[in-house]
C-alpha cells in the first residue's frame, strides 16, 4: 500500500479499484470488459452441473437480471447492477435440509454427506 507522508503525518494513499461487475449466475465480480467473455461460459458451467444432479435439485436457468438505462447515452447504474446480480446469484442457493445452510446446488450434495443435526442446548 502506498503512504504519503507530511511531516510525521503518514495517511495511506486512496487506491482506486476499477469498476467490477457481479455476475448474475455465480455472484464473482468481473472487470467491466471481461464480464462479457465470462458469462456465456459461467452459464455453460452452469448447464453442465444443474445437469449432473438429482431431478430434485435441478433449478431452472438464472435469468439475467433487467436494469434500465439511467442516461441517454444509456449508461447503467453500476450499484443497481450489481444488487440485481447478486440478488440473482444467491436466488441460485439451496437450504440443508438437516442445518438450513445454504449452498450451490452441487455443493449441497457434498454438504449433506458430513451435516450432522444441530445439537440443543
Known sequence: MALSSTKNNFKPAMVRRPPTIVCYICGREYGT????????????????????LPKELRRPEPKKPEVRAITAKGFYDLNAL??????????????????????LPDRLIVHQRSCKPIAAK
Open 33 to 52: 470488459k471481461s464480464i462479457s467473455i465470462h458469462e456465456p461460459q459461467c452459464l455453460k458451467k452452469w448447464h453442465n452441473e444443474n445437469n449432473m
Open 82 to 103: 450489481n444488487e440485481a446480480a447478486w440478488t440473482s446469484a444467491q436466488s441460485q442457493l439451496v437450504p440443508c435440509n438437516i442445518c438450513g445452510r445454504t449452498f
